[in-house]
C-alpha cells in the first residue's frame, strides 16, 4: 500500500533497502532449519562468566563513570590498549589513531559519511561484503568492482581499475566475507603500491584477522604500508584506513569496533559520529576493556580458533563427501565462511528455495555482487552450527543440488 | 595544517564541525570547575545494584542470545513494554511502531536521513536542541526558526512559518532544552492542527517528559494528536513521529532510545538503521528491559525527580539570591536545564571567558541558535552538581556577571 509518508521520503532511501540477507534470515530461524546462512559467532565461545565478573567490576568500582555519557572519540584506556595491540603488529599508532564505533557497521557508514560525495566510485572486490555496500548506497555511491581468485583480489587488474577514477579501495584481506579467500603477501605489497601511485586510499576491512586457524599470519595492508613508506613522522600518517571489531573475538551483541587512520581523518569521523550517536555505550566499552586487557583474552581466542577450525573441516569433509560432481568451493585458513560454486547455469536462488524446504540454509551469492553476476554461488557460514548439525546440513544441501542438477 | 586528506572529505562534511558544546566540555572537565555546561544526569541517581543484579539475570539466563547479533527493529520484549506503556497515555500502539535507536541522537540521524533531501527547511525552535541540528546539518538542511514564550513555541505564528514549505516541525515539549520551556495544552493542540491542515508532520522529542517536578501531566502531541484524528484504524497512524530515551531515566552510557512511529516510518528507519549500525547493542537491550520492566521503575523515577527538583529549587533560590538586576530566567517545572537571559548588549560568551577562569562554566546560548541571536542567553543545567555546588556555582557566575556590568 502506498501511502503518504511514501512521497515523504529522501531520495537517497531509494537506495537503502533492506538487506537480502536480513529479510531472508527472518524465514531461516526457525530452530528445525540447520542455517548456513547467518554470520554469527558461535555462542557456545560466549565468554559468559568473563563478562559477568566484568560487569561486576565496572559497577562497583567505576559505576558512575560507566553509565554515564562519554566521549565521542570512546574511552581512552580501550583506545589506548588498542593502539598498543597495533604497537605489536610493527606499525606505530597512538590513542589519537583510534575511533570507537557502534560495530563494524558503523565505521563504515562513518567512512561513506566522510567520504563519497553522490556519483563518487569507490572499487570493492566481487563478492564483497553486502553491509559495505548497504552502508554506502546510502549516500549515492557507484561501485566499481574487481574479480578474486584463492590469492584475493586480482590485483594484477588494479590498474585498469583506478583509471576510471575512484574514491577509496575496500578490501577484506583476511578470509574475506563471503568468499573466506586471503589477500597474499605478494598481492598485499602490489595493492599498496599501485594505490599510492594513483594517489587513492585504501580502506581495510579486518573482522577475522585474528581467527587464522592454518598457515602464517599476515600482516594487516596497513602495517605493509607503513613499513614500504618513507617515514617522516613515527606516528602512523599512510594510505590506509584499518577497521576491526569485538564482534567475532568477544560477543557481537556489544556492538564495538574500531578504526584505526591517520589522525585527520579520525578527527573528521568524530565530528561525523556526533551527529550520529554521539557516543558508543560507555558500559560496553569498559566491559570491553576489562575483558580484553588480559592474558586470557589469548587463551580465549585460541578457544575460537579451535570450534572454528573443527567446524570448517567438518564442512569440508562432508562437502568432499555429499556434494555432486562439479560444484566446487573454497578452502579458507581461517574466519567464518566459505564460497560455493555450482555448475555454470544453475541459480542458487532456486536452490533455495528447495534448500528450506528441506530445512537447509544458505546466502545465494548474487546478493554480494553489486554489479550483478554470481547467480551460481553461495556463501556458507561454519562458525555457527555444530559439528553434526554442519555434516547433516551438507548432506541436505547437497541431495538439494543432486535433485535440482537431475531435473 | 592542511593535508590530502582535507582534499579527499565529502561535501557533506563542510556542515559537520565539532560541536560547539563538546569541544567547550573539554575544558570545563577540570574537577574544580563548577559546571553547568553538560547535559549529565546525577550519577547519584544511577541504579547501580539493579544493574548488576539485570546483568547476573540476563548473562545467566539468556547470555547466548543477550551477546549475539540481534534484529534491527530491537529486542521484541523491550519494544513491547514501549508499546504498552504507550497505551496507558492514551494512544493504540504495537511492538511494530516501535524502533529501538542507538540513542536519541540516532533517533535524529535517521529521521534525518530518511527524510531529509538537502535544501529541504525544517522548522525548529529557537533555541533548539543542538544535537538535532548536528544531526541534520550533515543532510544538507535548510532550518526555518520560530520563537518562545513561557508557554513554549509561539505557535500563532505557525501558519506563516509552513507557508515556506516545511518538511517536519521539530518540536520539544516539556522541559525544553535548552529553555526549560513547556508547551501549553492549547499550544499542542494548536500545533497538531496547523501541522494537519499543511500537510506537515510533526517530530515530538521528549527526552524528560518523566521527568516533572511540579503541575499537571500534559499528554505527549502524539497522544493528542491520535485523540483529535477520526480514527479509521485503530494503530496510530497520525502525523507526529516521536522519540524518547532511557538515557535520562536510566543511564546514558547504554545508549538507548526509542521512535514511536506510523508503520511506514519504521520500516524506512529500519532500513536506514541496517547500514547505519546494524541494531543497537543486545546486552544493553536486555538489561533495560530487565531493570525497566518492573514495578521498581517508577520509585526509581520518583527518585530522579525529587533530586533534580531540589537541584532545581536550588537553582532558582541562588539565582534570586545572586543574580543582579536585569538578569532573567525561566522557571522550568522538570527537565535537566533553564535558560538566562542577560540585560540586552551582554555577550554571554565572554561572560564565560571569564566565568571559566572563575572556575564556573555554562553553555553560552548563541549556540542553540540555528540562525544566529540569543549572544546575551545561557543556559544552565542543574541536575549534575550537588546543590552545594549549585549555590556555589551560581554565587561565581552572578560575581562575573556583576563585574562585566561595571566594566
Known amino acids: 500500500m502506498h501511502t503518504l509518508w511514501d512521497e515523504r521520503f529522501a531520495l537517497r532511501t531509494d537506495n537503502i533497502g533492506s538487506s537480502a540477507i536480513r529479510e531472508m534470515l527472518k ?37 558512575d563513570n560507566a553509565l554515564q555519557y562519554g566521549s565521542t572519540e570512546g574511552y581512552q584506556p580501550l583506545r589506548e590498549m588498542i593502539a598498543k595491540n597495533a604497537t605489536k603488529y610493527g606499525i606505530q599508532i597512538s590513542a589519537d589513531n583510534v575511533l570507537i564505533t557502534t560495530g563494524s557497521q558503523q565505521a563504515l557508514d562513518l567512512l561513506g559519511r566522510i567520504f563519497i560525495n553522490r556519483g563518487d566510485r569507490v572499487l570493492v572486490e566481487s563478492p564483497t561484503y553486502l553491509g559495505a ?18 590469492d584475493g583480489m586480482r590485483t594484477d587488474l588494479l590498474e585498469s581499475r583506478l583509471r576510471m577514477g575512484i574514491k577509496f579501495i575496500y578490501v577484506l584481506p583476511n578470509f574475506q566475507n563471503p568468499t573466506g579467500v586471503t589477500l597474499s603477501r605478494e598481492r598485499r605489497k602490489q ?55 569485538f564482534s567475532k573475538i568477544l560477543a557481537p551483541g556489544l556492538r564495538l569496533a574500531w578504526v584505526v587512520a591517520p589522525c585527520e581523518v579520525i578527527r573528521k569521523l568524530v565530528q561525523a559520529k556526533q551527529g550520529a550517536d554521539l557516543h558508543t555505550s560507555t558500559f560496553n566499552q569498559y566491559l570491553a576493556f576489562e575483558v580484553a586487557n588480559s592474558q586470557w583474552m589469548n587463551s580465549h581466542i585460541k578457544i575460537i580458533r579451535s570450534t572454528y577450525k573443527e567446524r570448517r573441516d567438518t564442512m569440508l569433509t562432508a562437502l568432499a563427501k555429499y556434494m555432486p560432481e562439479g560444484v ?80
Not at 581467527?211 to 613508506?229: K, N
Open 133 to 150: 555496500l548497504q552502508a554506502w548506497n546510502a549516500y549515492g555511491v557507484k561501485y566499481v568492482t574487481i574479480p578474486f581468485d584463492q
Open 328 to 407: 566446487q568451493w573454497t578452502h579458507p585458513k581461517g574466519g567464518l565462511f566459505l564460497w560455493v560454486t555450482l555448475p555454470e547455469g544453475m541459480d542458487a536462488n532456486i536452490i533455495f528455495k528447495s534448500a528450506v524446504e528441506s530445512k537447509v540454509a544458505f546466502v545465494p551469492g548474487d546478493s554480494f555482487h553489486p554489479l550483478g553476476g554470481g547467480e551460481n554461488t553461495m556463501r556458507l557460514n561454519f562458525s555457527n552450527s555444530k559439528p553434526e548439525m554442519i555434516d547433516e546440513g551438507i548432506k541436505r544441501l547437497a541431495k538439494v543440488i543432486k535433485d535440482n542438477l537431475k531435473a
Open 27 to 63: 524465514f531461516t530461524s526457525q530452530p528445525d532449519v540447520i542455517s548456513f546462512a547467518g554470520g554469527m559467532p558461535a555462542p557456545e565461545v560466549f565468554p559468559i562468566e568473563k563478562f559477568k565478573e566484568a560487569c561486576d567490576v565496572v559497577l562497583t568500582e567505576m559505576g
Open 191 to 245: 595493492l599498496i603500491e599501485v594505490a599510492d601511485a594513483y594517489g587513492v586510499p585504501i580502506i581495510e576491512d579486518d573482522p577475522y584477522g585474528q581467527l587464522r586457524f592454518e598457515g602464517e599470519h599476515l600482516p594487516p595492508v596497513v602495517v605493509l604500508d607503513d613499513e614500504m613508506r618513507a617515514k617522516e613522522v613515527p606516528i602512523y600518517s599512510g594510505n590506509v584506513i584499518y577497521t576491526s571489531t
